[in-house]
């Protein structure tokens, strides 16, 4: 491109400017110049700049990082920059021959005159106060980017590339918008016009390109004198007098390759970009030096022209195909695509190549940077670490390199380390923009936004392409109450890296939060079709609700069968967020829960996050809770109190920890329902653990104890009374710990161990006083491994879960003792390939369920049995139980899955092993512990646009429960299957999540058949207004011996559901819905009959503005009159 200021570099021109500043610079004498603090830090130079106080002193060299107060003037010499932060938080860079005065320049608001020469600059601040005077007009900012070039006539030339700007002057004023230019000349008014590629004008404002030392020539022992001369004159910012030297080597032809690769550097920093990729073209057909192609590849990737840049490093490489430079420019354009396994492989051929050749120790260090870079982004810390400890011994004198290193650290939560390598890098160069960037990445997840959002700033200003720095802003601005700025911030991310999902996935979870739907869901629907350009969920942190998940803002809107199809095509078994979500979906515990330990074992920090923001990033920091609740119901009434704290701290090691007591009180309310008093104190201690980038530790223990009595006695039947206090204890501790072996392949081990215990003393008409006791405890070993290589995924693990559930009568002379013991054992192996559009499931399982039941009648004094006892046996003979998939995705949205699905529920309250097959879930709620299912389903989703989704489900399953000979369960009701609490972890926030299955019975019966069909729609009637409409169909047939043709209990021939959300803004909410249910029996005889009928729920929630305060508050009743309505309400203060 050619230079557009051709004007600046003669002497008469400079003249000319000259005579033309005291018109402008007088202007600033309207405005009031305050003096004592900063106006202005100079955060980068490059070349050389000057500056002068307030009025009109002489002229001194300007210095990195010197303070600049209000009233001083900054200027730049030929062929140098600055870039300036103000104390309002505008961003400017100044290019060559700028002269810029600061009048005034405050955090409320600031007051410029630019009398000479070009600036980029960017504000954030809403609503924006910054004037901008030239000799020609004044410019009024509104937001939020724009370009502006004085001639040496004064002539001003306004580029606004986002916000709103006002250009004005005596004679007129024009309006401008995006891509849109003012023109003003002194004297007339001022005109606009429209830019295709207003970007275009920007190209500019980049990182300095100029960087002699990555040049071997430049950093040889026995450097040449006219070269060692050069890299003199640049070290010292004496830019023309190199530029002048390094043209004469090439006239001469002398200066070989690195002559052209230097002077097409400065001719990109002076905004020469067609000159430069001329040069660099013509080097590489006369010197065949590779890095002379690779940096035009890198060029032209720059300029956002990936087409050519392809285009040209095909013919390049043809030329020499394992030349390291084109080696990393090949893989630095994959990277761009998003193609990040054929990057990570090229920058190892490169490194690969470099070592074998022992080429230069800067060009091996630089192969392995590039290397340690993506191997960063793809989450391998391990693999990074080690590429970037090689890059920075083979380069120590480079702060790139210690700066991208010590964001590794920062990204691995080693605070201390990233801190001790930033400072390094700093030191050596102030202005490294990822140096930078990273303290701010520190600062923020210590807990320190408004620090952070300043050195972000800082880093941006010097290289506003940089993504990674744009989405940690993001966060820091929304963290503290900028949504406006952290919205704009991703949106520049975008820019700079357009196929990222990443950016799209943050800007939903931001606009969930703010209580705007529609744009959530717009966002996630963005993030979807780029998700095959991943590179890694870590950068990601997601809370216990999985809030963080593409389905999050559809589920949290009441769009439940919308949001299960997002979160099946988003799904990665090794990310928290998607177990997560998922756990909030189903409608059975087991599977729940199930999910929730594999969420924390993939993150075991996630619980430390706080309730009151959204959880984009894991930083430091703690929180009280204080929770109250109360509950009328149709028999009792309930009361119960919970205090928390909970947090996350990086040092010494990153862990989190939640400590939780809770109590709960109850009473009878229904006069034909004996009295009662019932409390029930507990405690929860959960800790999670990262010792280093590869292990994950996570420990929760949870404790209650039960007291209960009967005022005036319970008559238990048969003559039997209850006059006594009961009490319980049960106790349960879950152990579980991760292994990373890389980004894709990770070892889960979980240990657990529960006991439950109830005694008390009935009093027998005729025996007497009896001694009663029930005693419940499980055990387990859960071992998975999960690897996955581009679109194949496997799984394989193994479980050992044993119980024993007893019970205990006794009296002195006679004892009645009963026990089930059941060990559950399964070996499994899951498997999954993906390939464009199609997905295909192939998994194997090998349970074995051994039940034993003994019964016993003996002498309470002796031992010896009054009777023979009773030993049954029950079980599953080990088998393989197959599970086959296959989903065709039609588009985002839209998708169709079948599926084939053998299982046996584990007796334990969770597992390891999947619940679910692609996007078609197990029904556990419709299984008792240890019963067989055999499933076939077939579900096809579709949206069908931006604002309405439908599904259609069809299934057949049969399921068999355990029994012995006679008919009887094996497995009798388990507490501990009930009292795993992993569901209480983490933060706790109200949502309108809709339950799809309203299935409200236990399923105890031997076996039975059951089909299913189901339609749903889910509509967005207006952006904060949704509904969802379902209907199931189902016929269920008991194939047991003792009730053969009956009906399955809780199932009814039709069941419809209705849901309303509306969305007052943030986290606010108002939901209700209806369902209907057609007759159906609550049990295997058929003996009780539910009457059909509608039940309705009303639910309203809100928080308070700074989110301590939350209320919710809940109305339910069936509206056939069967029972009275429940009502509900809980209060949370966070603090």
């Given at each position: 491109m050619p230079s557009t200021r051709p004007w600046m570099t003669t002497p008469v021109a400079l003249a000319a400017a000259t005579l033309c500043l005291p018109a402008a610079w007088a202007q600033c004498a309207g405005g009031s110049v305050a003096s004592g603090a900063a106006a202005a830090q100079i955060v980068a130079l490059a070349g050389q700049g000057q500056t002068r106080p307030a009025g009109d002193g002489p002229w001194s060299p300007a210095v990195l990082a010197q303070q600049l107060g209000a009233g001083a003037g900054v200027r730049t010499l030929e062929l140098s920059s600055a870039a300036l932060l103000l104390a309002d938080r505008t961003q400017i860079r100044m290019s060559a021959h700028a002269q810029l005065r600061l009048c005034e320049s405050q955090p409320e608001r600031s007051l410029l005159e630019l009398a000479a020469g070009r600036l980029w600059a960017r504000t954030k601040k809403a609503p924006a106060a910054l004037q901008l005077?030239?000799?020609?007009?004044?410019?009024?900012?509104?937001?939020?980017?724009?370009?502006?070039?004085?001639?040496?006539?004064?002539?001003?030339?306004?580029?606004?590339?986002?916000?709103?700007?006002?250009?004005?002057?005596?004679?007129?004023?024009?309006?401008?918008?995006?891509?849109?230019?003012?023109?003003?000349?002194?004297?007339?008014?001022?005109?606009?016009?429209?830019?295709?590629?207003?970007?275009?004008?920007?190209?500019?404002?980049?990182?300095?390109?100029?960087?002699?030392?990555?040049?071997?020539?430049?950093?040889?022992?026995?450097?040449?004198?006219?070269?060692?001369?050069?890299?003199?004159?640049?070290?010292?910012?004496?830019?023309?007098?190199?530029?002048?030297?390094?043209?004469?080597?090439?006239?001469?032809?002398?200066?070989?390759?690195?002559?052209?690769?230097?002077?097409?550097?400065?001719?990109?920093?002076?905004?020469?970009?067609?000159?430069?990729?001329?040069?660099?073209?013509?080097?590489?057909?006369?010197?065949?030096?590779?890095?002379?192609?690779?940096?035009?590849?890198?060029?032209?990737?720059?300029?956002?022209?990936?087409?050519?840049?392809?285009?040209?490093?095909?013919?390049?490489?043809?030329?020499?195909?394992?030349?390291?430079?084109?080696?990393?420019?090949?893989?630095?354009?994959?990277?761009?695509?998003?193609?990040?396994?054929?990057?990570?492989?090229?920058?190892?051929?490169?490194?690969?190549?470099?070592?074998?050749?022992?080429?230069?120790?800067?060009?091996?260090?630089?192969?392995?940077?590039?290397?340690?870079?993506?191997?960063?982004?793809?989450?391998?810390?391990?693999?990074?670490?080690?590429?970037?400890?090689?890059?920075?011994?083979?380069?120590?004198?480079?702060?790139?390199?210690?700066?991208?290193?010590?964001?590794?650290?920062?990204?691995?939560?080693?605070?201390?380390?990233?801190?001790?390598?930033?400072?390094?890098?700093?030191?050596?160069?102030?202005?490294?923009?990822?140096?930078?960037?990273?303290?701010g990445l520190v600062l923020l997840q210590q807990g320190d936004p408004a620090s952070a959002r300043i050195q972000l700033l800082k880093a941006l200003v010097i290289e506003p392409r940089y993504a990674r720095a744009q989405v940690w802003l993001a966060v820091a601005e929304y963290q503290l109450g900028e949504p406006a700025a952290a919205l704009d911030s991703l949106a520049r991310a975008r820019l700079a890296d357009p196929k990222d999902p990443l950016p799209w996935q943050i800007e939903s979870v931001l606009r969930n939060d703010e209580g705007e739907p529609v744009a959530a869901i717009a966002a996630a629907r963005e993030a979807l079709t780029r998700l095959p350009f991943l590179k890694s969920l870590d950068p990601l942190t997601s809370d216990s609700q999985g809030s963080a998940n593409l389905g999050k803002a559809l589920g949290d809107f009441g769009l439940e069968h919308w949001a299960r199809a997002y979160a099946s095509a988003s799904y990665y078994p090794l990310w928290a967020g998607s177990h997560f979500f998922l756990a909030n979906r189903y409608e059975s515990d087991f599977s729940s829960n199930s999910e929730r330990y594999q969420g924390y074992l993939s993150d075991p920090t996630a619980f430390g996050s706080s309730e009151k923001r959204a959880p984009l990033m894991l930083t430091q920091g703690s929180e009280w809770l204080w929770i109250a609740s109360a509950e009328r119901g149709p028999v009792h009434d309930k009361l119960a109190t919970d205090v928390g704290h909970r947090g996350f701290a990086a040092a010494p090691v990153p862990v989190a920890w939640q400590v939780r007591s809770n109590g709960v009180q109850f009473w009878p309310n229904n006069g034909n329902a004996p009295s009662y008093r019932l409390s029930s104190p507990g405690f929860d201690i959960a800790l999670g653990l990262r010792p280093s980038e590869s292990l994950g530790l996570f420990m929760l223990h949870t404790e209650d104890r039960v007291r209960y009595s009967f005022p005036q006695g319970r008559d238990l039947g048969n003559g039997v009374t209850f006059n006594g206090l009961a009490r319980q204890r049960t106790q349960r501790t879950d152990v579980g710990g991760s292994w990373r072996w890389s980004p894709d392949a990770q070892t889960w081990l979980k240990l657990h161990r529960a006991r439950y215990g109830q005694g008390l003393v009935v009093d027998d008409e005729v025996w007497g006083p009896q001694d009663s006791r029930t005693t419940d405890r499980d055990d387990g070993v859960l071992l998975r491994h999960t690897v996955q290589q581009g679109g194949q995924r496997l799984s394989l693990g193994w479980e050992d879960t044993r119980g024993v559930f007893a019970t205990h009568l006794s009296d002195p002379l006679v004892t009645l003792a009963g026990a089930t013991r059941a060990r559950f054992r399964m070996p499994w192996l899951a498997g999954e390939w993906r390939q464009g559009p199609w997905t295909w499931h192939a998994e194997a399982y090998w349970p074995r369920l051994d039940v034993r039941y003994d019964d016993r009648f003996y002498d309470s004094l002796t031992g010896e049995d009054l009777g023979d006892p009773i030993a049954a046996r029950a079980g599953h003979a080990r088998q393989a139980l197959p599970r086959l998939g296959l989903s065709y995705r039609l588009g985002p949205g839209r998708a169709l899955h079948l599926a084939y699905i053998e299982n046996v529920r584990s007796p334990g309250a969770h597992t390891l092993s999947p619940v679910a097959l692609g996007a078609i879930a197990i029904d556990h709620h419709y299984q008792l512990p240890g019963s067989f299912g055999r499933k076939r389903a077939a579900q096809l989703d579709w949206e069908f646009d931006e604002r309405s989704f439908g599904a259609a489900t069809l299934s057949s399953q049969d399921i068999v429960n355990p029994t012995f000979a006679g008919g009887g369960l094996a497995l009798p009701p388990r507490v501990l299957v009930g009292l795993d609490r992993v569901g209480t972890l983490g933060a706790q926030i109200q949502t309108a999540q809709t339950v799809v299955d309203p299935y409200d019975e236990s399923p105890v019966f031997s076996q039975g058949r059951l089909h299913q069909a189901g339609l749903a729609f889910n509509r967005v009637l207006a952006p904060r207004w949704s509904m969802l409409g379902a209907y199931t169909w189902a016929q269920s047939r008991n194939l047991g011996p003792r009730f053969t043709g009956n009906a399955l209990p809780g199932f009814a021939r039709h069941t419809v559901a209705l849901a309303s959300v509306w969305k007052h803004g943030g986290r606010d909410l108002t939901a209700g819905s209806l369902v209907y249910r057609g007759s159906r029996f609550a049990d295997e005889a058929n003996a009780v009959a539910r009457r059909p009928g509608w039940g309705l729920m009303l639910v309203h929630s809100l928080d308070s503005a700074d989110r301590r305060w939350s209320f919710i508050a809940t109305a339910q009743a069936p509206l056939n009159g069967d029972t009275r309505p429940t009502l509900w309400m809980r209060v949370r203060y966070r603090d």
């Amino acid at each position: 491109m050619p230079s557009t200021r051709p004007w600046m570099t003669t002497p008469v021109a400079l003249a000319a400017a000259t005579l033309c500043l005291p018109a402008a610079w007088a202007q600033c004498a309207g405005g009031s110049v305050a003096s004592g603090a900063a106006a202005a830090q100079i955060v980068a130079l490059a070349g050389q700049g000057q500056t002068r106080p307030a009025g009109d002193g002489p002229w001194s060299p300007a210095v990195l990082a010197q303070q600049l107060g209000a009233g001083a003037g900054v200027r730049t010499l030929e062929l140098s920059s600055a870039a300036l932060l103000l104390a309002d938080r505008t961003q400017i860079r100044m290019s060559a021959h700028a002269q810029l005065r600061l009048c005034e320049s405050q955090p409320e608001r600031s007051l410029l005159e630019l009398a000479a020469g070009r600036l980029w600059a960017r504000t954030k601040k809403a609503p924006a106060a910054l004037q901008l005077q030239t000799p020609a007009a004044l410019a009024v900012v509104r937001g939020t980017d724009w370009d502006v070039e004085v001639d040496a006539a004064g002539r001003t030339t306004l580029t606004v590339l986002s916000g709103q700007v006002d250009l004005s002057n005596a004679f007129g004023r024009v309006e401008l918008g995006p891509a849109e230019q003012g023109y003003a000349e002194p004297g007339k008014a001022p005109v606009k016009r429209l830019l295709v590629r207003p970007r275009d004008r920007v190209q500019w404002v980049m990182a300095n390109p100029v960087d002699a030392e990555r040049w071997a020539e430049m950093n040889a022992p026995g450097i040449p004198p006219p070269l060692a001369a050069i890299r003199d004159d640049l070290r010292t910012g004496q830019w023309p007098r190199a530029r002048a030297r390094l043209l004469a080597l090439s006239a001469s032809g002398q200066g070989g390759a690195v002559a052209e690769l230097l002077l097409a550097d400065l001719e990109v920093f002076d905004d020469r970009m067609d000159a430069a990729q001329q040069r660099l073209a013509a080097a590489w057909q006369r010197t065949q030096d590779p890095r002379t192609a690779a940096r035009r590849a890198e060029l032209l990737m720059a300029l956002d022209q990936g087409a050519e840049a392809r285009r040209w490093l095909d013919a390049a490489r043809a030329q020499a195909p394992e030349a390291t430079a084109l080696l990393r420019a090949d893989a630095d354009w994959q990277r761009l695509e998003g193609r990040g396994d054929e990057a990570i492989a090229l920058y190892r051929r490169a490194v690969a190549g470099a070592q074998a050749r022992q080429e230069p120790a800067v060009d091996q260090a630089a192969a392995q940077w590039s290397l340690g870079r993506a191997l960063r982004e793809r989450g391998d810390l391990r693999g990074a670490r080690e590429a970037l400890a090689s890059a920075v011994a083979l380069a120590p004198e480079h702060p790139a390199y210690q700066g991208e290193q010590a964001t590794l650290a920062a990204e691995a939560l080693r605070l201390g380390d990233a801190r001790a390598g930033f400072d390094t890098a700093l030191a050596q160069a102030g202005d490294d923009y990822v140096s930078l960037a990273g303290a701010g990445l520190v600062l923020l997840q210590q807990g320190d936004p408004a620090s952070a959002r300043i050195q972000l700033l800082k880093a941006l200003v010097i290289e506003p392409r940089y993504a990674r720095a744009q989405v940690w802003l993001a966060v820091a601005e929304y963290q503290l109450g900028e949504p406006a700025a952290a919205l704009d911030s991703l949106a520049r991310a975008r820019l700079a890296d357009p196929k990222d999902p990443l950016p799209w996935q943050i800007e939903s979870v931001l606009r969930n939060d703010e209580g705007e739907p529609v744009a959530a869901i717009a966002a996630a629907r963005e993030a979807l079709t780029r998700l095959p350009f991943l590179k890694s969920l870590d950068p990601l942190t997601s809370d216990s609700q999985g809030s963080a998940n593409l389905g999050k803002a559809l589920g949290d809107f009441g769009l439940e069968h919308w949001a299960r199809a997002y979160a099946s095509a988003s799904y990665y078994p090794l990310w928290a967020g998607s177990h997560f979500f998922l756990a909030n979906r189903y409608e059975s515990d087991f599977s729940s829960n199930s999910e929730r330990y594999q969420g924390y074992l993939s993150d075991p920090t996630a619980f430390g996050s706080s309730e009151k923001r959204a959880p984009l990033m894991l930083t430091q920091g703690s929180e009280w809770l204080w929770i109250a609740s109360a509950e009328r119901g149709p028999v009792h009434d309930k009361l119960a109190t919970d205090v928390g704290h909970r947090g996350f701290a990086a040092a010494p090691v990153p862990v989190a920890w939640q400590v939780r007591s809770n109590g709960v009180q109850f009473w009878p309310n229904n006069g034909n329902a004996p009295s009662y008093r019932l409390s029930s104190p507990g405690f929860d201690i959960a800790l999670g653990l990262r010792p280093s980038e590869s292990l994950g530790l996570f420990m929760l223990h949870t404790e209650d104890r039960v007291r209960y009595s009967f005022p005036q006695g319970r008559d238990l039947g048969n003559g039997v009374t209850f006059n006594g206090l009961a009490r319980q204890r049960t106790q349960r501790t879950d152990v579980g710990g991760s292994w990373r072996w890389s980004p894709d392949a990770q070892t889960w081990l979980k240990l657990h161990r529960a006991r439950y215990g109830q005694g008390l003393v009935v009093d027998d008409e005729v025996w007497g006083p009896q001694d009663s006791r029930t005693t419940d405890r499980d055990d387990g070993v859960l071992l998975r491994h999960t690897v996955q290589q581009g679109g194949q995924r496997l799984s394989l693990g193994w479980e050992d879960t044993r119980g024993v559930f007893a019970t205990h009568l006794s009296d002195p002379l006679v004892t009645l003792a009963g026990a089930t013991r059941a060990r559950f054992r399964m070996p499994w192996l899951a498997g999954e390939w993906r390939q464009g559009p199609w997905t295909w499931h192939a998994e194997a399982y090998w349970p074995r369920l051994d039940v034993r039941y003994d019964d016993r009648f003996y002498d309470s004094l002796t031992g010896e049995d009054l009777g023979d006892p009773i030993a049954a046996r029950a079980g599953h003979a080990r088998q393989a139980l197959p599970r086959l998939g296959l989903s065709y995705r039609l588009g985002p949205g839209r998708a169709l899955h079948l599926a084939y699905i053998e299982n046996v529920r584990s007796p334990g309250a969770h597992t390891l092993s999947p619940v679910a097959l692609g996007a078609i879930a197990i029904d556990h709620h419709y299984q008792l512990p240890g019963s067989f299912g055999r499933k076939r389903a077939a579900q096809l989703d579709w949206e069908f646009d931006e604002r309405s989704f439908g599904a259609a489900t069809l299934s057949s399953q049969d399921i068999v429960n355990p029994t012995f000979a006679g008919g009887g369960l094996a497995l009798p009701p388990r507490v501990l299957v009930g009292l795993d609490r992993v569901g209480t972890l983490g933060a706790q926030i109200q949502t309108a999540q809709t339950v799809v299955d309203p299935y409200d019975e236990s399923p105890v019966f031997s076996q039975g058949r059951l089909h299913q069909a189901g339609l749903a729609f889910n509509r967005v009637l207006a952006p904060r207004w949704s509904m969802l409409g379902a209907y199931t169909w189902a016929q269920s047939r008991n194939l047991g011996p003792r009730f053969t043709g009956n009906a399955l209990p809780g199932f009814a021939r039709h069941t419809v559901a209705l849901a309303s959300v509306w969305k007052h803004g943030g986290r606010d909410l108002t939901a209700g819905s209806l369902v209907y249910r057609g007759s159906r029996f609550a049990d295997e005889a058929n003996a009780v009959a539910r009457r059909p009928g509608w039940g309705l729920m009303l639910v309203h929630s809100l928080d308070s503005a700074d989110r301590r305060w939350s209320f919710i508050a809940t109305a339910q009743a069936p509206l056939n009159g069967d029972t009275r309505p429940t009502l509900w309400m809980r209060v949370r203060y966070r603090d």
